[in-house]
T-cell receptor, first 112, second 116 residues
Framework: NAGVTQTPKFQVLKTGQSMTLQCAQDMNHNSMYWYRQDPGMGLRLIYYSASEGTTDKGEVPNGYNVSRLNKREFSLRLESAAPSQTSVYFC???????????FGPGTRLTVT | AQSVTQLDSQVPVFEEAPVELRCNYSSSVSVYLFWYVQYPNQGLQLLLKYLSGSTLVKGINGFEAEFNKSQTSFHLRKPSVHISDTAEYFCAVRNAGGTSYGKLTFGQGTILTVHP
């Protein structure tokens, strides 16, 4: 099992450009999450999907959109990137009756 | 709303010395507590969790943590650290019970550096 995979690993964008971060899990988990990690601030939840077909805002959703494409895939879209969105983005998933979240390796995004 | 405070942003320690990483939380409801570790340029990995029962929880790599409800703390300890324990450690909390997709609230992280 690959677990949680994320693409790309690194990305540099110019202000105003758009992009989609991809996440997939092969553990048959119901729930998936997107976090951003900034120095000294820990991880903050952007959006989550409790189950296929549902998505909800987390703590810092502004400037982002998500799509739960199917049970395996959960993508994060930046429509018009801003320098404040420079961060490391992590995708995670968790299964029914499991309180552990499994994390992907992260995407390091720089917006200039 | 919940919050998590990790009291030390950086902890330097020599190899084979004991270490304690401190975590305090605030919540108006019962909680589950977690410690995650992040090695350089990697994702987060679960070290241990407290859901219920014994307040002393043992995890991977020789780490343990003690849940103290009266002090709202969940400090992480290891009696003898190795160079390979150098990493960033995150404390996290979520509401107890309810659905299993509960959202995690993370602390700011503690960077543990083990020196030879």
């Amino acid at each position: 099992n690959a677990g949680v995979t994320q693409t790309p690993k690194f990305q540099v964008l110019k202000t105003g450009q758009s992009m989609t971060l991809q996440c997939a899990q092969d553990m048959n988990h119901n729930s998936m999450y997107w976090y951003r990690q900034d120095p000294g601030m820990g991880l903050r939840l952007i959006y989550y999907s409790a189950s296929e077909g549902t998505t909800d805002k987390g703590e810092v959703p502004n400037g982002y959109n998500v799509s739960r494409l199917n049970k395996r895939e959960f993508s994060l879209r930046l429509e018009s990137a801003a320098p404040s969105q420079t961060s490391v983005y992590f995708c995670a998933s968790s299964g029914v009756n499991s309180y552990e979240q499994y994390f992907g390796p992260g995407t390091r995004l720089t917006v200039t | 709303a919940q919050s998590v405070t990790q009291l030390d942003s950086q902890v330097p320690v020599f190899e084979e010395a004991p270490v304690e990483l401190r975590c305090n939380y605030s919540s108006s409801v019962s909680v589950y507590l977690f410690w995650y570790v992040q090695y350089p340029n990697q994702g987060l990995q679960l070290l241990l969790k407290y859901l219920s029962g014994s307040t002393l929880v043992k995890g991977i790599n020789g780490f343990e943590a003690e849940f103290n409800k009266s002090q709202t703390s969940f400090h992480l300890r290891k009696p003898s650290v190795h160079i390979s324990d150098t990493a960033e450690y995150f404390c996290a909390v979520r509401n107890a019970g309810g659905t299993s997709y509960g959202k995690l609230t993370f602390g700011q992280g503690t960077i543990l550096t083990v020196h030879p």
